[in-house]
């Protein structure tokens, strides 16, 4: 999900203390509802927390988090919302939260008195929550409390206690709903072809910046290129979303029939309908100086179908809430994809999974 705005500063994840782990090599995820889960111990409670690139924050749905003899209270909290927060990415989710600090573990790896954001009023959220590995946030914490470290994300505490420079981790999600996050260097004996790498930002998102125009990335479809793009690669979106009429001229362009909605908030969605029996349109983005086309696998939207199997949905969608050139590739494009995130480069690399 990618994190929309908050209502006042928003607080960076800290760590005060460290137990020393062995790594883990492969943390086993898998697809539910468009989003990817793994298992993940808060004190003494287990939950199944959406892992997204695109947040930096560990947050444990309202009335789920139970104090218990590791944790300490704070007295911090926060309001925060995300888009992306269904399974076609369209709804947004508030979310109101205090921080305790309180073991994170999984496989088997532990954080101690890590800061973890317990939800006391929100919107649901898919499973048990997030565990966020974006870029650390760039927005300043309490100056008044050292131990809520501005800038500080869960990667970057993996890293500081596991010794890993440069600081970096890969999502390898098949096209089965089956997936890894994996710390260290990528694993290049999961990969095949070419590995294309880009510059992201070194805070908040993944988010490609380039020097001109002419050196940044293009949305295509079939074979033709329509537009230059600024894509934000965010996992925890579950699908692709691109600006309104860009989308809107892209469907039609294949003949797709729209179907447009506008909800409480007067934020307009655009889908592409079109017959299952026909062969469908292929939508992705090539990355200059290369001309190779990064296609969304086409088995891999959650919404491909209806129940009768006779309409299908675009793997793409429009959305007022996304201003041109900016994209968010959503999960549906990682699938089939090793996507490797390196936060001492800042950059973003990936190549087909082998």
Known sequence: MKLFSTASLLYALGAVGLVAAALPKDVPLRLSQGFWHARFSVGPQNFSLTVDTGSFAVLISEGLYKPNPTSVQTNQGEFIQFNGANEDGTLFASETFTFVKDNVTFDDLALAGFLVGNITDGDPLDEDGIIGFSPPASEITDPNDPTFLAGQSLAQAICDQENISPCEFGLALKTDGTGSLIFGPIDESKIKGNLTTQKTLAFDAWWVVNTTEADSPFFVVGDQVVTHIQPIFDNGTPNVIGPLDTVRAALESVGYAIIETTDDNNVTNIFGTYDCSCEP???????????????????????????????????????????APTWQIGQTWFQGRYVQHNLNTSTIAFAELA
Request: proline share 5%.
């Open 281 to 323: 349109a292929r939508f992705g983005f090539s990355f200059p100086p290369s001309a190779e086309v990064h296609y969304i696998d086409l088995g891999a939207n959650v919404l491909n179908r209806t129940a009768d199997g006779k309409t299908c949905t675009a793997n793409i969608l429009g959305s007022s809430m996304v201003d």
